[in-house]
């Protein structure tokens, strides 16, 4: 199963930069397709993007499409989501999850938080105006 943790959230302006950092031990990370997820207070969790075991494809939400990208460093065993032009709505408890990819993995379960198979516990990420 292994352990996911994720650092790198913080407090910044509204327009500011943060990237956000998943580290994988335990498991054989160079095989997994990694989701970030965010949770507000009070509202449902939602997808922001992902990224495929080799790097070479991703998603965005629309709401991140533009302002976030995520990348992977298989050698560090680590996931990123560099966040630029954040916006007050951007702030939430961010997670990266992990499950090891499989023939036919499609967009719409990479989009979904239960279709993986290792979380991490967050970082919270608050942007003020």
């Known amino acids: 199963q292994g352990q996911l943790v994720e650092s790198g959230g913080g407090l910044v302006q509204a327009g500011g930069s943060l990237r956000l950092s998943c580290a994988s031990s335990g498991r054989l990370f160079g095989f997994d397709d990694v989701g970030w997820f965010r949770q507000a207070p009070g509202k449902e969790r939602e997808f922001v993007a992902a990224?495929?075991?080799?790097?070479?494809?991703?998603y965005y939400s629309d709401s991140v499409k533009g302002r976030f990208t995520t990348t992977r460093d298989n050698a560090k065993n680590t996931a990123y989501l560099q966040m630029n032009n954040l916006k007050v709505e951007d702030t939430a408890l961010y997670f990266c999850a992990a499950r090891p990819d499989g023939d036919g993995v499609t967009r719409q379960a990479l989009e979904v938080f239960d279709w993986y198979s290792t979380w991490g516990q967050g970082t919270q990420v608050t942007v003020s105006s």
């Open positions: 990224i495929s075991w080799s790097g070479r494809t991703t």
